[in-house]
């Protein structure tokens, strides 16, 4: 590795790190054991780590929790939206694979040093949100999860691997607030049909109107805010968006 | 690299054996022992041994036996085997009341308290209910369909255990979480509220018991686990109440012992209804007896009672709701390098009395095999011979943890390992 002046990963004229640096894989396993530190609970999530300007160590009981998450984040595209968007929110983006989540945290840490006093509300973490969530976020503590672009997978054999899934959907109705907001994009029409089904079947979740759609900023950044969205909308794709709000169920 | 230690490695899974278990009767008028396929039953109250009648197949289970257990009011027993094969059998007439077919391998049961309902785990972490109604009366052979109720996951499920109020469903996993679902009144929809998660144990947690009494009629659990904890929970808010280091305890009052990390809890059982619970601890020749005191919250040890004269080392306990005795069983299936491929022995523990909570230890006493009720009829019903040999206990002792911590514990390997095994990878399709 070269010395910090003159480090190749790092474009000169804009600081943020260059995207051909960290090429991964598009898909990543996640039913394999892998390997990496999880937080044994909620309460042990290091929010000094993640927000240093906003969350100092020796206040880490303040109230102030992560409130959005967005799980896949990928290059983070949309976390960077979101973040001037709700300065006031934290928030977090979970992703598996490794080399994507290096590229985030480089990225943050680049816009945070060229623009300071910004984007000091969003992080980025490598784990298994499918296996992990519940360590990272106690009961009704997000008002806002996002599943941008998830991996299709289209055999039945390895809809398992879906990360909208009917049983899932439990763990997600668990850590959003009555009311919260669990927001679904994709180009695959199959896969869109699929988590709109699911979601629409499960007792602790409703659609949103159309007319709450159209109130809402945070969904026309859906489709234009992610690397993966402005991919699909380059090419002339078709979207399909499924967005659920969490409720008490009817007994 | 070494290549034949990695191949080794991959053979464990031919010689995966079960650990032998236990369960007994809530009125103690029976007891069951499970070993291998083999479900043995011995009626305490007439003396003899019970024998299991099945229409649909013999011998009743094709592969070892990972759950045995009775519901509540003690009309049912529930058998679940790696044949895939859940068998509900009726207590009075001992017969297979319904046979129900699992996709995985099974790996835990639980009956609801009002015993309508039967729920059972499989490896892939699925929780599948089973609904008994019209069973009553209806003696005939059924076989029914179980509807998924939940899932963690794909990790596999080590414990189910129902509240006491019957509100909740508890599952444990191997990948250390303890989940508490609300029940839900049409259990064939699926239960898909989770009321919270029990979360600080830093290995698999291996088992579950609810502390249930007059003054607490809501319980609170207790979970013990490979991290070498017993650990007090809250279930409503999941707030861990206590921690008791057993591991540690048992190694400082067993002052010989000094190897590390072989403590994990395998099992747990709460006696006479109250704030005794007894664990068992892998490598620990006895029992330990911990008092919880649901006043403080707190889990105390209150003393290690050892087994002399043979190195019996508990796989699983069982206790009926009001005697004043502990049983204990270990044993595996298919032991390698013996004579007999199977081994059961069972040893009781008396002298639990319910008015004296603190003088508690001073009277126990492990029973002579012919103090036992049902003597030598019962140990040759449920050991399958009267009498064992001593080297086979510490070979069957290690064959258990080895196979525990196979199954349930994430397996490191170095890098170069790493890649050895993608190169040899064996989920690729063959070709037909």
Redesign the interface.
Known sequence: MLENESNPTISKSTGLPRKRFYRARAHSNPLSDSHFPVPISPCHVDYSFHYPQLVSSDQVDSNKKIQFADVGCGFGGLLISLSTLFPETLMIGMELRDKVTEYVKERISALRATNPGQYQNISVVRTNSMKYLPNYFGKGQLSKMFFLFPDPHFKEKNHRRRVISPHLLDEYAYVLEIGGIIYTITDVEELGEWMNSCLASHPLFEALTVVELGADPVIKLLSTATEEGQKVARNGGQTFQAVYRRIVPSQ | MDDTQVEAGDNNRDIEVAPALISVHPNQNSVAVAVGSDLRIFDLRGGCGVSLVDDSAQPFHKDSIRAIRYSANGKLLVSAADDKLVKIWSTDSWRCVSSVCSEKRVSAVAISEDGLYVCFSDK?G?VWVVDLHELEGNESLVSRKAA?L??H???IITSLEFSPDGQFIVSADR???I?V?VFPKKPL??????Q??C??H?EFVSCLAFICTMDYPQGFLVSGSGDSTVRLWDITS?FLLDTCEVGAKAGLLESNRSDEGCSTVSDLCIILDGNLIAVAIQSLQGIMLLHCDLSSRTLNVIKVVSIMGESFIPTSLGSSSHAELLWMVTGVSKLSGSDCNSLARVRVLSGFKKSNPDSVGHELTVMRDDELPGAEKLLEKLQGSVSIEENVFLAAAEAVKTAMCNLLI???YSMEKREFRKRSRNDRKIKQ
């Open positions: 892939f699925v998924p939940l899932a996951y794909c990790s990948d250390f979480k989940r679902t929809d699926g239960a898909h509220e989770i919270s998660f979360l600080g830093t999941g994430k397996k490191q």
